[in-house]
């Protein structure tokens, strides 16, 4: 009778506090998704000020290369060690970044102190990701990652916007500053409320492995950012990166099969809905990434929409994915079912992507908001999603390891969706100019095939007429590819096979529900209740 009372407490208890952990996490969140669209903002008065205009790509180079290569060894360290330590080690190296670089006087400087940022910056996605993995058990799981998904999409729309204004008032060095005081209530809130048990693995760090896989990852980020515009893809420096990445990725498999304890396990590729998972989740980053960089794009060059509020031009997108991202979220959490969601995912998104391909000079921002509201639900219904079922394939003591790999995954897609669209994108604007311009279209864009509303004024009207139809062509190329390579999503989806999700309760005992992570350093089976 005890035991029932008791229990019942517990279960009266823990939604207050799960919300008191997630209040932390959100923020963790909110402070990685905002960071590079609220710098990106900045970027214009930073080079104003520091000077540096051609080390100008490296500012951002050097945050995504550090998060990319860090993100697995976060994953296991955490696994390893513990999750709260290694998740609040990463929010200590991302504030003590966003300090220095908040100090530099050169740009030198800022891209070191930016590395140093990027370091801890992959740790927090990873962190708060496998700490509702060891909270939640995966039949509530949906519920709270689809409000993660949300805070993604607010982030993405009021990135731009409040980049602006922080530069604009309070100058570009708070474009970090701003970090601080959001990150230090994010770390004394888990600090205080967060108690997950203390893990002692005798095994040592996989030192070779992760620096294998470091260096693999970095040469393959830096191929997609360099390739077509600091160098040629043909060229001696590009293909000498893509010997180094492909000689480092063969090393690390090998090594991996020989480590006690190996940063990424080659045996969770065993499980077929992660292995598909990790395909998913790295053609909607593919996708979403090529979609945030061309549709601005394409509403300010051809339709003549205003550049200063560019977050808001994606709201159709966003908002959808939004949306559709909490209804996945509460219709799993109610059903413990989640297939149809990638299979109906993968659809609209192919679809999506098709009709943005039609976007032609003549295209209204009414229909264009539709094409990307459709392309927005297709997202909503696999982002989260990918992660969950990921988590749900996975033992417990994997935790950490697959929600960096399946953020990984989706980090290597953006850099891939950027940079092949981005490539299709600039020569067919070229070739297009050349076409209906000549040699002055050629001269136009032999620069950047991206022209910004002051370059674009300049123009005389006819060689502005056709840059407008060469972005529309342009853009025609990238969303048609976009559409192709997510056909591969609904592919991948339909050969998922689903695994019911457990809840909490008396299914709550068995591995893929397990939710021991609700914890106290001490219980044998502790719950999130015990923190309150």
Known sequence: MADNKEAVIETEKQPRSVRVVLLALMITMMLAMLDNMIVGTAMPTIVGELGGLQHLSWVVTAYTLATAASTPIWGKLGDMYGRKGAFM????????????????????????????????????????????????????????????AGIMALAMIGGPLIG??????????????????????????????????KKRVQAKIDYLGAGLLALGISSIVLVTTWGGSEYAWGSA????????????????????TKAAAPIMPLHIFRSRNFTLMSIIGFITGFVMFGATLFLPL??????????????LLLLPMLGAMLVTSMVAGRVTTGTGRY?????????LMAVGLFLLSQMDTGTTRFTSGLY??????????????????????????DMGVASSSTTLFRTLGSSFGVAIMGALFNQR?????????????????????QLDAASLAKLPAAAREAYQYAVSSGTHSAFLLGAVVSVGALVAAVFVKEVPLRGAGADASEPEGSAEGAVSDSAPKPTVAETV
Request: aromatic share 6%; proline share 3%; net charge neutral.
């Open 372 to 397: 990307m509201a459709v392309l927005g639900l297709g997202m909503g219904c696999l982002m989260q999603i990918t992660m969950l079922v990921a988590q749900n394939s996975v033992e417990m003591k």
């Open 164 to 197: 602006g204004t922080i530069t604009d008032h309070w100058g570009w060095r708070w474009s970090f500053y701003i970090n601080l005081p959001l990150g230090i209530v994010a770390l004394l809130a888990i600090s205080a409320v967060l108690h997950l048990p």
């Open 429 to 449: 604007v070229q070739d297009v100019m050349t076409e209906r311009a000549g040699a002055l279209g050629s001269k136009v864009t032999e620069q950047s095939a």
């Open 237 to 256: 420096r590009i293909m000498e990166l893509i010997g180094i990445g492909v000689a480092a990725l063969v090393g690390f498999v090998f090594v991996q």
């Open 298 to 311: 394409y509403q300010q060059s051809v339709q003549g929409a205003s550049a200063t509020n560019s977050g």
């Open 89 to 148: 080690t990463s929010i200590v190296i991302f504030l003590v970044g966003s300090a220095l670089s908040g100090m530099a006087q050169d740009m030198g400087q800022l891209i070191g102190f930016r590395a140093v940022q990027g370091l801890g910056a992959g740790g927090l996605m990873v962190g708060v990701m496998a700490i509702i993995g060891d909270l939640i058990p995966p039949r509530e799981r949906g519920k709270y990652q689809g409000m993660m």
């Open 339 to 347: 297939k149809a969601f990638p299979i109906v995912g993968g659809v």
